[in-house]
DNA sequence: CGGTTCCTTGAGGATGATCAACGAGGGTGG
DNA sequence: CCACCCTCGTTGATCATCCTCAAGGAACCG
């Protein structure tokens, strides 16, 4: 679901492209543009003094990403780079409050969006208290299964350990050694260095 | 701000009282109402088994909570209980959705309103991921300053030990420590046990 | 192949959690 | 008024856990 790719252009977005790793905006900066998924993908993410990395989101084709800020006039609370060459459509700021004035249906479907990222976010933090890292880990590998849709079977996790890390915070070593612990007793199979859950 | 009161009983809403400790909806049950608070304050919050409880967020007269999976038909991911007697109206999901349809200028107050918790949520996980527990007591006390008003003078922090740690996910001892360090290198004050800063 | 990037293991250490005990203040009811 | 009981704050000792650091192996790609 986004904002339809007809009306965005005809509002004055332009697409960009990016190369891998490129900064699409940066922590603390003021938002000023709305900006949604061409092709390719996002990382939000902070990170702190020793480098350690929090993943806050990733993003996809069709996903817009960076909006909360844009509504209240206020700063991103993260850095967002590509991880791969991508193409994002940009809409500036005022074209894109037009559009949610004109559009009541858009409108509504931000307020859904958002909605579900608190709610996701809530989750987030619940677990993360939790404190354990197994449970850290299983959340957010429940979290992605949830979102992939194949809730039943048992799929692949495309993530490395150190992306899985960053999303749990904790360390990749750390990480590793919950998932051998994990194997053993079942709750994930490890096939090739591959991991399905 | 708020839902118009008025507006709220027009469309068939009814103030309940609550005692003091009162649960006002609990983690995984269906969101069915829209609660506003008349008078009185309440905490949403998570317990993991071991007692551990994270402090998602508290709300005062004035404030609506737990809307954000009204908006999508999910579970509440945290419970909501009381902490003082309160006064609480209550909507029911369809009159307020039929509110939101009727007034798009609500529509919209609540679209800044989510995307303010969004972004106070992100930081929040940012902070927590730092680790460092003074760090993130810090975090949370530049939090509550910002949002008393009052960024620049010296405040009173109006919470207990206990619950800076419910709010920061961490131990009451290690709250305790964390402030009288904080107490000698002089980043807070504490006056009779209690914290200004 | 040579160079990345990713995974893995071990040893050691730091840090926050845990457990236990106690003090201080405030409110309540006898 | 006093005794009691809460709740809150505080401290010390010990422990478990995850992080850190270091090193090396495996997989993948041009």
Chains 1, 2 share one sequence.
Not at 8 to 29: M, P, Q, S
Not at 64 to 78: D, K, Q, R, S, V
Request: hydrophobic share 35%.
């Amino acid at each position: 679901m986004q904002i339809d790719l007809d009306l965005l252009y005809t509002w004055g977005a332009v697409a960009k492209k990016y190369k891998k790793n490129e900064i699409v905006f940066d922590e603390d900066e003021i938002a000023n543009f709305y900006y949604q998924i061409l092709d390719g993908s996002v990382r939000m993410f902070n990170s702190n003094d020793e480098g350690k990395e929090f993943t806050q989101g990733i993003f996809s084709a069709g996903d817009g990403f960076g909006e909360p800020p844009l509504f209240i006039n206020e700063t991103y609370p993260a850095k967002a780079i590509t991880i791969q060459d991508s193409t994002i459509i940009k809409l500036s700021k005022d074209k894109f409050f037009k559009i949610l004035d004109e559009y009541p249906s858009i409108q509504k479907y931000f307020l859904i969006l958002l909605a579900q990222k608190i709610h996701a976010k809530a989750r987030t933090s619940k677990e993360i208290i939790n404190q354990k890292p197994e449970f850290r880990i299983i959340a957010f590998l429940n979290s992605y299964k949830k979102k992939s849709g194949h809730s039943s079977e048992k799929i692949l996790i495309p993530y490395t350990r150190q992306e899985v890390a960053n999303h749990t915070g904790l360390r990749v070593e750390t990480v590793i050694r919950v998932f051998t612990k994990m194997k053993e007793t079942n709750k994930v199979e490890i096939i090739n260095h591959k991991i399905y859950y």
